[in-house]
T-cell receptor, first 112, second 116 residues
Framework: GENVEQHPSTLSVQEGDSAVIKCTYS??????FPWYKQELGKRPQLIIDIRSNVGEKKDQRIAVTLNKTAKHFSLHITETQPEDSAVYFCAASDTGGFKTIFGAGTRLFVKA | DAGVIQSPRHEVTEMGQEVTLRCKPISGHNSLFWYRQTMMRGLELLIYFNNNVPIDDSGMPEDRFSAKMPNASFSTLKIQPSEPRDSAVYFCASSRRGAESYNEQFFGPGTRLTVL
């Protein structure tokens, strides 16, 4: 069945450094790739997404890249801040965003 | 808009009891999703509806789980009978599926279920 693998499971960086989280997906029909941030005890919230007809997208300190051939996509956070500490989930979904498969999550720690 | 509303926020029950979780999606949204989150299994999609019709329930773990969406503004997830391994946070999410097709899912605050 469809699967999304996410690495690393835990990431610790110093404030100001960059953080990179990588995901791979198995379903060739996937064409929408959202990233969610979940703070402790709270709900997942969308932070950025990318569609299959785009290779890269940037929003301030956050960027996502997509390689459809290799079925890889990544989240890049630059100039990390303590408030970036959270669990980040990648996901892949089919057209319409119906069947969304989530990665296992990456727990990011940003040390001040 | 109040966002996705879930109730109760916390539920503690004993094994064998029936549990009903409730969700009110964002007004105007036509797709609704139920997820379960645990440390061991992460975030799992249980079932999703489009225009109140269940589209895919392949994520529902067992026959003890059932979900309904009688109208556009209400959905329930029922577990009968409940078991300790059902303990998890259950999220409801909604989105508006339109011509653009790629639509953000908005999550509710979740229901933390503990089955003793």
């Amino acid at each position: 069945g469809e699967n999304v693998e996410q690495h690393p499971s835990t990431l610790s960086v110093q404030e100001g450094d960059s953080a990179v989280i990588k995901c791979t997906y198995s379903d060739s029909a996937s064409n929408y790739f959202p990233w969610y941030k979940q703070e402790l005890g709270k709900r997942p919230q969308l932070i950025i997404d990318i569609r299959s007809n785009v290779g890269e997208k940037k929003d301030q300190r956050i960027a996502v890249t997509l390689n459809k051939t290799a079925k890889h996509f990544s989240l890049h956070i630059t100039e990390t801040q303590p408030e970036d500490s959270a669990v980040y989930f990648c996901a892949a979904s089919d057209t319409g965003g119906f069947k969304t498969i989530f990665g296992a999550g990456t727990r990011l720690f940003v040390k001040a | 808009d109040a966002g996705v509303i879930q109730s109760p926020r916390h539920e503690v029950t004993e094994m064998g009891q029936e549990v009903t979780l409730r969700c009110k999606p964002i007004s105007g949204h036509n797709s609704l999703f139920w997820y379960r989150q645990t440390m061991m299994r992460g975030l799992e999609l249980l079932i999703y509806f489009n225009n109140n019709v269940p589209i895919d329930d392949s994520g529902m773990p067992e026959d003890r789980f059932s979900a309904k969406m009688p109208n556009a503004s209400f959905s329930t997830l029922k577990i009968q009978p409940s078991e300790p391994r059902d303990s998890a946070v259950y999220f409801c999410a909604s989105s508006r599926r339109g011509a653009e097709s790629y639509n953000e899912q908005f999550f509710g605050p979740g229901t933390r279920l503990t089955v003793l």
